[in-house]
């Protein structure tokens, strides 16, 4: 089976092709690098200028990458936007791909409609901040907003086989869709497993705050409770706000933390904190994850991993909590890397994936026989 994966989001798409490869799958991915973050990929894509006077070029490339891309037995998408006119392409692509492949897959894995107009049904979303902060364009947020991104959203939906919910925030937004019968059973992100580290903890703590979207993720709050902390523990800990660099300046900071602060507007993990996880270290992420009461995801709760508060003392205070009883932190990062092994490895999550492709492209070719 040859699978082509289009989008990158935080290494997503690359782990899960190690897994895929892992179990003799010809995975392929095909993407932008993930923006400043500079992701690999196997088949690197090139934007083209949406000046008119590029219309031709755009739509022969388009038309190139169709036919490349069509030779795949699965193209899954990592959402609706990744090769769109925004990137450069001839508008009608992604859909035309969505329709016209063997099996076409989209992840629920980032936001969208659905996801932006969450509110009513999760306790907590990045919404209100990234309006404020983050999205400074002329129609607020695009998802809501803007016709066209809406028009893509609807269009890529309605023409795929199978929609993927990646996380619970996903898994929710996503029931009252009207497309919600293309939806599959849940599958975790995907983390390459290696050994299991013997981590050791610096004296002076390193605590550190990937800076992405200052709304999105909280930062502005962050930002405020680490000046509080600085004053608090100087001498003890050493408080970072760093980010927008390639993921292999970041992986190598991650490296050297003891303590990973990531965002405060969701209620499950993202590819940062887990991956830091299965690194040993000691995450502090999301909030109201003891409100999550469906099955599918109430492994979430096991996680030995701490809530980071709403408000800029909460943070503070949370954050202090953990600093003050470090002596924990070797029985966490074992228990942190167990849960990963448990329930994200990448082998195992391929495994699944596979097992959904191959479902997918047997009930489309018996359908296509009646």
């Not at 003799?24 to 991915?29: P, Q, Y």
């Not at 849960?339 to 191959?358: C, M, R, T, W």
């Amino acid at each position: 089976m040859k699978v082509l994966l289009i989008g990158e989001f935080s290494r997503l798409h690359n782990n899960l092709k190690q897994g895929l490869r892992r179990l003799g799958v010809e995975a392929v991915t095909a993407n932008f690098g993930d923006g400043y973050r500079k992701f690999e990929s196997d088949i690197k894509l090139f934007g083209v200028p949406g000046a008119k006077k590029y219309d031709f070029l755009r739509k022969e490339y388009s038309k190139y990458i169709y036919h490349k891309f069509m030779k795949y037995d699965v193209i899954q998408f990592i959402s609706e936007k990744q090769i769109c006119a925004v990137q450069g392409f001839e508008k009608h692509l992604p859909v035309a791909l969505a329709r016209n492949a063997k099996l076409s897959v989209l992840l629920l894995a980032g936001c969208n409609y659905q996801y932006s107009i969450a509110d009513s049904v999760l306790p907590v979303t990045p919404c209100a901040g990234c309006l404020k902060y983050d999205r400074k364009n002329k129609y607020g947020c695009e998802y809501r907003h803007n016709p066209e991104v809406r028009k893509l959203v609807y269009a890529m939906q309605k023409n795929v086989d199978v929609m993927v919910p990646m996380a619970y925030e996903f898994y929710i937004c996503n029931q009252n869709s009207e497309f919600r019968d293309k939806l599959s059973e849940p599958i975790n992100y995907p983390v390459i497993i290696n050994d299991e580290k013997s981590p050791r903890f610096h004296d002076r703590l390193i605590v550190y705050h990937p800076l992405n979207r200052e709304g999105a993720k909280g930062t502005f709050m962050i930002r405020k409770a680490f000046q509080v902390l600085r004053k608090r523990y100087e001498g003890q800990a050493e408080f970072i706000i760093k980010g927008h660099m390639p993921f292999d300046e970041y992986n190598e900071l991650v490296k050297k933390t003891d303590i990973l602060v990531v965002e405060k507007c969701g209620q499950t993990f993202g590819m940062a904190s887990l991956m830091a996880m299965e690194e040993g270290k000691i995450v502090i992420d999301n909030n109201f994850r003891q409100s999550i009461t469906c099955e599918e995801y109430g492994y979430v709760k096991e996680a030995p991993a701490f809530e980071i508060g709403t408000t800029v003392e909460e943070i503070v205070n949370n954050i202090a909590r953990v600093i003050e009883n470090r002596e924990q932190f070797p029985e966490l990062a074992k228990r942190g890397y167990e849960y990963v092994s448990k329930y994200h490895d990448s082998k195992i999550i391929a495994q699944k994936f596979l097992d959904l492709y191959e479902r997918g492209v047997y009930g489309k070719r018996m359908a296509g026989r009646l």
